[in-house]
């Protein structure tokens, strides 16, 4: 992938062109940057952009008057030292969980302002023992079978969604559906 791979290149336009190579019904991505004129065409327009790459700092009452540093997750500093420092870390978004992670064993005091709690699950990283090791390896055998079965959910996990009303379920049957269910199972 390296050698396909451009990066820190602003985009600043993209269309689909019609009727020209490869055919009407492939239509062929184009992509112009703003640096040196450069034009990237490909079959397909992947914008991995995310929520996150728009600078934005909503005005919060008493904004103007705040003294202190603020940083945005979208221009972190970076060697920052948070040693000592008392932190408020505003949002719990994609960004904010793991900056979080980071900073607090090394901040004085954090407050977190959070509008909308958010799913996260464990990233577990940790070195594995032989033994572990090997089971990981009998994993990878089921991948191909795993991401098969994506295609044939509508969640495209490897769950599907049941159809059944929450409340026609018995008791039994919630509890197994919404406390049964291994969620960090999900991403293994």
Request: charged content about 25%.
């Amino acid at each position: 992938m390296s050698e396909i791979e451009e990066y820190d290149v602003l985009v600043i336009g993209a269309c689909w062109l019609f009727g020209g190579t490869p055919t009407s019904e492939h239509p062929q991505a184009r992509a112009d940057g703003e640096e040196d004129g450069q034009v990237f065409r490909g079959q397909f327009l992947s914008l991995c952009t995310g929520i996150g790459s728009k600078y934005h700092i909503p005005k919060f009452k008493g904004f103007d008057s705040f003294q202190g540093e603020m940083h945005h997750t979208a221009r972190w500093p970076k060697d920052y030292d948070y040693k000592g420092k008392r932190v408020g870390f505003i949002g719990t978004g994609a960004t904010g969980v793991p900056v979080i992670q980071e900073i607090a064993p090394l901040v004085a005091h954090l407050t977190v302002f959070q509008r909308t709690p958010n799913l996260t699950l464990p990233m577990r990283q940790r070195i594995l023992s032989p033994e572990e090791e090997e089971e990981e390896k009998l994993k990878e055998d089921l991948y191909t079978v795993s991401f098969k079965r994506r295609y044939q959910t509508f969640t495209g996990l490897n769950f599907d969604i049941n159809p059944k009303l929450t409340l026609d379920a018995t008791p039994e049957e919630r509890a197994l559906a919404l406390e049964g269910f291994h969620w960090c199972e999900l991403f293994l």
